[in-house]
């Protein structure tokens, strides 16, 4: 499968843990995406890379929430001290330099 | 900001009956306009898309029109099918970072 990877699919962690999740990207696709998306809406924008630097970050994005992407390759989405509102579903998406955006299946955290 | 609002959902319809999901968009420049869909148990994959005023996009028998005088991006399918059952997301992007801003999602669900 040369779609874009996220692991885990699930995770389930008690309030105040920290937790981090990976992002597989297709292979030479330079841009990568994060967004959350909550029960009944649409994805929203958290932080984007080009290659390795990163180069937006949405107000969404606290000083809890760090993420990063050595090397150009994966990336990594660490969130510090995790709050019920943190519950959501987080996706990845990666592109080239057309419009289409790639998303993976997403990793469901469920803060407890 | 840069905001899209689809119809409220859920929509059921019969198999074969004509379908519209309403989309109007507030930007604040000319984006790109976008239909993605999330059939049960997958990520989001892009439908079609639109790059300009009057521009049509299609795919797979749906069909949306980049109206800039009504800010408006419906999507239309002549004859549904029981396959067609997914949430449609409506989103908008800009040339460069590309984030794409999404609507709330419309569930649809065609019944046999």
């Known amino acids: 499968d040369t779609g874009v990877s996220q692991n885990p699919r699930h995770k389930i962690t008690k309030r105040g843990q920290n937790v981090t999740f990976r992002c597989d990207p297709i292979?030479?696709?330079?841009?990568l995406y994060w967004y959350r998306q909550t029960l009944g809406q649409g994805p929203e924008f958290l932080t984007y890379f080009q290659n390795e630097a990163q180069l937006e970050k949405s107000r969404l994005l606290s000083d809890r929430f760090s993420a990063e992407r050595p090397k150009g390759s994966f990336s990594t989405l660490e969130i510090q001290r995790t709050e019920q509102g943190d519950s959501a579903m987080y996706l990845c998406?990666?592109?080239?330099?057309?419009?289409?955006?790639?998303f993976g299946p997403g990793t469901r955290l469920t803060v407890l | 900001g840069d905001s899209v609002t689809q119809m409220e959902g859920p929509v059921t319809l019969s198999e074969e009956a004509f379908l519209t999901i309403n989309c109007t968009y507030t930007?604040?420049?000319?984006?790109?306009l976008f239909w993605y869909v999330q059939y049960p148990g997958e990520g989001l994959q892009l439908l079609l898309k639109a790059t300009k005023a009057d521009d049509k996009g299609s795919n797979k028998g749906f069909e949306a029109t980049y109206r800039k005088e009504t800010t408006s991006f419906h999507l239309e399918k002549g004859s549904v099918q029981v396959s067609d059952s997914a949430v449609y997301f409506c989103?908008?992007?800009?040339?460069?970072?590309?984030?794409?801003?999404f609507g709330q999602g419309t569930r649809l669900t065609i019944n046999p």
């Open positions: 292979s030479e696709h330079n841009r």
């Open positions: 930007a604040t420049g000319y984006p790109s």
């Open positions: 989103a908008l992007s800009y040339s460069g970072a590309q984030k794409l801003v």
């Open positions: 998406a990666t592109g080239t330099w057309g419009d289409e955006q790639f």
